[in-house]
């Protein structure tokens, strides 16, 4: 019998799952990165390496989400590192169609892939959420991130009871320079990131290597389940919110 490790990595094609698949795979996992885009998948596949193939759905998508689980099979390790954007800006201007576009872009895909894999999820795997500090922190703007991201922050404990042994997790990342950032003009990013390193106490913004080496420790340490693990530089402490 195989003892190979099965990784799935939705959104898998860029910046931390990108990372994250890097790693299973650099470990000799056999990884199945997720995206939208057929070209982006294919890019990434030629960085990671390994034992990866890529499939191209949209997770918002529930038939492409079923048509996935189907034929990806047995699964050991769930990653969900699915991106939205929608959903922030000051409260005052906040369109809550715009909110509700953020939980149809992060928090629907992220809970539509957890129960669409669980049948295919090993019992001793784990599944990893990637969520995000706006939610345990108090920046002015975030306040519809912070809501949508807190939703599956508090999903997690519960989870991690309901479904074990299978382990539950997640980890919030604060601020990483990732392609996420592309849709932000440079020199506004420039001075965020700026104002970020000055007030953090590790003195830089993360890497999407910092977040995928907290997402294989949780994946693979069968200790731990029902956590939320903030990887976000001490930024937190540092802003004392
Ligand atoms: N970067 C940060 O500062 C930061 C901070 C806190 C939390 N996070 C969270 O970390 C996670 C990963 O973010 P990232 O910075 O790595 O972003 P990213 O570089 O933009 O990567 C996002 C990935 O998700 C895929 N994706 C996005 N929408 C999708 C959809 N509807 N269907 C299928 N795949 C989709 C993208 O591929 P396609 O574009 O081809 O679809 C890509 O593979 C997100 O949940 C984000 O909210 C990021």
């Known amino acids: 019998m195989s003892t190979t490790q099965r990784v799935v990595v939705m959104g898998g094609s860029s910046g931390i799952g990108e990372a994250t698949a890097t790693a299973f795979a ?17 890019a990434a596949l030629a960085r990671i390496g390994g034992e990866s193939t890529g499939y191209a759905l949209d997770a918002t998508s529930q038939t492409d989400i079923d048509a996935f689980f189907e034929q990806v099979g047995a699964i050991d390790h769930l990653v969900v590192a699915v991106s939205g954007s929608a959903g922030s800006g000051p409260f005052v201007d906040l369109k809550l169609e715009d909110l509700a576009a953020g939980f149809d872009g992060k928090f629907w895909p992220q809970v539509r892939i957890l129960k669409a894999a669980l049948p295919h999820l ?6 990893t959420l990637v969520t995000a500090g706006s939610s345990r922190s108090a920046f002015p703007g975030t306040s519809g991130l912070a809501a ?3 939703a599956l922050d508090a999903m997690i404990p519960p989870l991690a009871v309901e479904l074990a042994p299978l382990r539950i997790n997640a980890v919030s990342p604060g601020v990483i320079d990732t392609p996420w950032w592309d849709r932000v003009p440079e020199a506004q990013r420039t001075a965020l990131f700026e104002g970020l390193v000055a007030t953090t106490p590790v003195g830089r913004v993360g890497r ?34």
Request: charged share 20%.
């Open 26 to 42: 650099a470990t000799g996992a056999e990884v199945v990165i997720t995206g939208r885009g057929r070209d982006k998948i294919d």
């Open 122 to 127: 090993d019992s001793q795997g784990s599944v």
């Open 148 to 150: 949508i991201n807190g």
């Open 208 to 241: 999407p290597e910092d977040i995928a080496r907290a997402i294989h420790m949780l994946a693979t340490n069968g200790f731990i389940t029902g956590v939320v693990l903030d990887a976000n530089g001490g930024t937190n402490l540092a802003t004392g919110r």
